[in-house]
C-alpha cells in the first residue's frame, strides 16, 4: 500500500533545465533514504542522487555541479533540480525510496513508476 509518484518530467532543450518531484503516499512509519535513478533504453538503470532523512546527498559524477537533490520529510516527498541539462540526460527517471512499512522491520526498497526526461540538441 506504499506508492511513489513522479512529476516534472518533460521536453526541453541542452541547457534547460526541470524540476522533478516524487511523492510517497500510503501507510508507512517512516522513510530512509530516497534517490534519484534513471533509464535509457537498451541500458542498465543508473543511479543519479541520494539523500538520506537526515540531508546527506550523493551524486553520480555525470551529474555533479548540475543536478541538485532536496527533500521536504513533512511532504515526504523528494525533489531533484535538473539544469545544464544535456542530451544524454534523456532517459526515463525513477524515484526510490527505502521505507519502514512496520516497525521495527528493516526497510524495503520501492519503485516509482518512472517520469520521462527528453533533451533535445
Known amino acids: 500500500q506504499v506508492q511513489l509518484v513522479e512529476s516534472g518530467g518533460g521536453l526541453v532543450q541542452s541547457g534547460g533545465s526541470l524540476r522533478l518531484s516524487c511523492a510517497a503516499s500510503?501507510?508507512?512509519?517512516?522513510?530512509?533514504?530516497m534517490g534519484w535513478y534513471r533509464q535509457a533504453p537498451g541500458k542498465q538503470r543508473e543511479m543519479i542522487s541520494t539523500?538520506?532523512?537526515?540531508?546527506?546527498?550523493n551524486y553520480a559524477d555525470s551529474v555533479k555541479g548540475r543536478f541538485t537533490i532536496s527533500r521536504d520529510n513533512a511532504k515526504n516527498t523528494v525533489y531533484l533540480q535538473m539544469n545544464s541539462l544535456k542530451p544524454e540526460d534523456t532517459a526515463v527517471y525513477y524515484c526510490?525510496?527505502?521505507?519502514?512499512?512496520?516497525?521495527?522491520?528493516?526497510?524495503?526498497?520501492?519503485w516509482g513508476q518512472g517520469t520521462q526526461v527528453t533533451v533535445s540538441s
Open positions: 526510490k525510496a527505502d521505507i519502514v512499512v512496520i516497525v521495527p522491520q528493516r526497510g524495503l526498497d520501492y
Open positions: 500510503g501507510t508507512f512509519f517512516s522513510i530512509n533514504v
Open positions: 539523500i538520506t532523512s537526515g540531508g546527506t546527498t
